[in-house]
């Protein structure tokens, strides 16, 4: 067995008996109301088959998890009292805390972490999360040992914020479809907020879970997470103190007047896990674009910084590789295509598209995400202009709706896109689906849309998902990442400029590597 | 015509155009390109192949468009309009839940623009030259031409940010306790800025065409001999002119019933009204077909309903319709 796993959680556990975490000097006060506003509506609140952010801010707070991350990506207890990785990395045993129990006062169980995983498997879009999970084996109530076909990096990782939330196997094992289940919109978990009520599309109401295995916690009496059509509103709200958090902010010029208000606290920390990057799309398959010089000099005439300082306010940090700063899997691209209009031309000329009529050398369209114009109709019509200086006649195609402009991307019916995808904790969640060829899926979107395909980036790429050695699996990722980015099936842009504004009274605010979609229950009211 | 005839021709209409709504809109969401599960694999952050094959078969998506509208008008007829495809709840939940306070919203707006449009009308009309008249002219063109989303945001801006006296947005405050009582004044202080953006474009409307009519009448014969007789100037107005300048409002009013339900869409947005145009644009967004059906349905009722209650003020207000003149 390897005891690093023993050991961490050991200390991790010392660590959290005593008051919490050393980092903030404050008492903490039990009581108060925290109100979160959003523009995100929940479909329902069962994390264990629907992601995204929406549901994730509540499902962490209603289901507890095996594990949680603290804001250096390393791993603690949390329903798991300790866990243990075995020596040929194909399985992991859970210890569970003997005190654990669901809302309704039954006992959580092995059985349940073997349901809520198979649950998991079978339901949640990301499918390379648990895929390479044979079984779990419940020798007693309180051990669970999941089998890998292979070792498999990524689990522990999988274990934290909503990704698998331990729902009871006596509400949802009655045969009901889980993707439908009633109890999805009144749902009963463990975590240290019981559901109240859910308006859909208007509040989520949380109260504190009086027996949260967790002795003294949670402080909050309750959670309110308000819904809000316009983000104008939403800013507004914050600024006033109708509402005392904010996460997921984006619009730069809101986080700029609200960094000016005294009462409020306005930082980016607690999206590292999320890692959001903007970028532009190329679809290799295009006449064009199938040659590597023509892609790597659209990203040469586009200035990053321009687009970063100009259009976002400096709000934002650049993106220069698949994987977002902040992560430990973060490589320092060798090639950051800082703006060079006279390479671009050059390597276009090179390429055998010289100028023609209007001294224009080709037409190319490019799409954007429809809702977010800062990040992508107005980068989209900086590249128009940008591009026409080498030579490249650009054509904006708006969609009316995300929906619309899902069809055309994912199936694969656009020369280039603005989009936005997220990296979602470890890469072999949310990075590899971009690049892997067999990943090349028409009419799925956020798949590899770009029909990028390189032999050697798949070994590198399946070769790190099977890696336990962190420092291995760290520069098996910078090749891969060195040879994406020279390939250049996508020209990186920025990090969205996510931030949470709030209160200056609230303490111990979640700024962990998955902020707000963490459970809020050491978050006090000074 | 007796009563009953026309009260059964009326519903027959009403039948076939509320088939007639749900059938084209059927045709016509469908046509717009993209899925709910193209939807919801965005909100999920990406899925796979099987999944979104699996949304599809859930939802009846992988089966011809005629059959699909052939499944959901056999249902919606028997009262059942189906699930959401967007929420995990029935659509007759979701419907009910938001009718209320767009109900209120609209309702509250077109009783505002509809009394103080007329009002300011009549002011306006006393001397049509005066300052008073220019000013309701000038206002009123103001009110009708900005885009109501725009008033909207600016009557926040002044009186919920710069002048905090109301509140920003929703429909109530969730964080605070007390009793029914509480709530229902918690309630209209809420409503008073979304009910006057709504409100004003209307206003303007009424204060026009009051003024137009009851210049028109003001002329006629009968107000001269009504003076003449000496009758009350005020007398003369209110008893007089108003009395037959107001027909052409009240029929302005039940027509433009449906367009103040369509204008309730983006103050809902601006103010997080939880009213049933919010539902219906979020639902177009997600493609959620049952649940924009839903709501076309029941706002196709509510104009029905509308006119037909229009009908029976205009009886009580010209006595002529009522002898079946």
Not at chain 1, 101 to 108: A, E, L, N, Q, T
Not at chain 1, 175 to 191: C, F, I, L, R, T
Not at chain 1, 235 to 261: C, S
Not at chain 2, 197 to 216: D, F, H, K, N, P
């Amino acid at each position: 067995m390897r005891k690093t796993g023993f050991i961490a959680a050991a200390m991790a556990m010392l660590l959290t008996a005593s008051a919490a975490s050393f980092t903030q000097a404050d008492e903490q006060k039990n009581g108060g109301t925290l109100v979160l506003g959003t523009t995100q509506k929940a479909r329902h609140l069962n994390p264990a088959v629907q992601s995204g952010i929406a549901t994730a801010v509540p499902g962490t707070q209603i289901f507890a998890t095996p594990l949680r991350f603290n804001d250096k990506w390393e791993p603690q207890p949390y329903l798991a009292e300790s866990w243990s990785v075995s020596d040929d990395g194909k399985s992991i045993t859970l210890k569970l805390r003997a005190n654990a129990k669901f809302h309704d006062g039954k006992p959580i169980t092995s059985e349940d972490v073997a349901f809520s995983l198979q649950t998991v498997k079978d339901n949640h879009p990301f499918k390379s999360m648990f895929s390479p999970v044979t079984g779990v084996d419940t020798p007693d109530p309180l051990t669970a040992v999941i089998n890998f076909e292979k070792p498999h990096p990524a689990a522990l990782l999988a274990m934290s914020s909503a990704l698998l939330p331990i729902i009871p196997k006596h509400v949802y094992g009655d045969g009901q479809d889980p993707k439908s289940h009633p109890a999805n919109n009144a749902p009963v978990g463990s975590g240290p907020f019981k559901f109240v009520e859910f308006k859909p599309g208007e509040y989520i109401i949380l109260e504190k879970n009086p027996d949260y295995f967790i002795e003294g916690r949670p402080y909050l009496d309750k959670i309110i997470i308000k819904n809000y059509k316009d983000l104008t509103s939403l800013a507004l709200a914050i600024d006033t103190g109708e509402i005392n958090m904010y996460p997921f902010l984006a619009p730069t010029k809101d986080i700029a007047r609200l960094k000016k208000n005294d009462g409020l606290v306005v930082t980016d920390r607690g999206y590292e896990a999320v890692g959001p990057i903007n970028w532009l799309a190329f679809n290799t398959n295009n006449h064009y674009l199938k040659d590597k010089r023509v892609r790597q000099a659209i990203a040469y005439a586009m200035d990053r910084d321009f687009i970063i300082n100009a259009l976002l306010g400096g709000q934002s940090k650049a993106a220069t590789g698949p994987v977002v700063p902040g992560s430990p899997f973060y490589a320092d691209a060798a090639e950051k295509y800082d703006v060079d209009l006279d390479k671009a031309n050059a390597m276009l000329d090179e390429a055998g598209f010289p100028r023609g009529d209007g001294d224009m050398r080709f037409q190319l369209t490019v799409d954007y995400i429809p809702g977010s114009a800062e990040l992508q109709k107005n980068v989209a019509e900086y590249l128009k202009s940008q591009l026409k200086k080498v030579g490249i006649d650009v054509e904006l195609r708006a969609s009316p709706d995300f929906p619309t402009w899902a069809k055309r991307v994912g199936g694969h019916d656009f020369d280039m896109s603005m989009d936005i995808v997220f990296n979602w904790g470890d890469p072999v969640i949310g990075v590899h689906r971009t690049y892997l060829c067999d990943n090349i899926k028409k009419g799925v979107i956020w798949s590899n849309t770009q029909s990028y395909c390189n032999e050697e980036v798949d070994n590198l790429l399946n070769e790190a998902g099977s890696e336990l050695d962190q420092a291995k699996r760290i520069a098996l990722y910078k090749k891969a990442q060195e040879i994406i980015v020279d390939d250049a099936p996508i020209a990186f842009i920025n990090v969205l400029p996510y931030h949470t504004a709030y209160s200056k009274d609230i303490g111990n605010p979640p700024l962990t590597i998955w902020g707000a979609m963490s459970p809020l229950d050491e978050v006090y009211i000074k | 015509m007796t009563m009953t005839l026309m009260v059964a021709r009326r519903l027959l209409h009403a039948f076939l155009l509320i088939l007639a709504v749900l059938v084209l809109n059927f045709l016509l969401i469908h046509i717009a390109p993209g899925d709910p599960a193209d939807v919801i694999a965005g909100e999920m952050g990406g899925a796979t192949e099987e999944m979104l094959a699996d949304i599809r078969k859930t939802y009846g998506l992988d089966k011809p468009v005629y059959v699909q509208l052939g499944v959901y008008l056999t249902r919606a007829l028997q009262g059942d309009l189906g699930q959401s495809f967007f929420y995990n709840a029935p659509v007759l939940d979701l419907v009910a839940g938001r009718a209320g306070p767009t109900i209120l919203l609209v309702a509250t707006a077109l009783l505002f623009a509809v009394f103080v449009g007329t009002m300011l009308g009549v002011l306006a009309s006393h001397k049509p030259k005066g300052i008073v008249s220019g000013l309701v002219t000038v206002v009123s063109v103001i009110g009708y031409s900005a885009p109501i989303f725009w008033t909207g945001m600016m009557l926040v801006i002044l009186f919920a940010w710069v002048y905090p006296i109301f509140p920003i947005a929703n429909m109530y405050d969730i964080t605070r306790g007390g009793g029914f009582f509480d709530r229902v004044v918690d309630i209209l202080y809420h409503l008073v800025l979304p009910a006057l953006t709504l409100g004003i474009v209307y206003l303007a409307q009424y204060a026009r065409l009051t003024r137009a009519s009851m210049l028109e009448i003001l002329g006629s014969d009968y107000i001269r001999t009504a003076r003449a007789k000496g009758v009350a100037e005020v007398k003369v107005y209110g008893h007089h002119a108003l009395r037959n300048a107001i027909l052409p409002v009240v029929t302005i009013a039940g027509l433009q019933f449906g367009s103040i339900i369509s204008g309730a869409v983006l103050v809902e947005t601006v103010f997080s009204w939880p009213g049933l145009g919010t539902l219906a644009f979020e639902s177009i967004l997600a493609r959620d077909y049952p649940t924009i059906l839903g709501i076309l349905f029941f706002s196709s009722l509510l104009v029905i309903a509308a006119n037909l209650i229009t009908d029976l003020v205009y009886r009580l207000v010209d006595p002529r319709i009522r002898t079946g003149g």
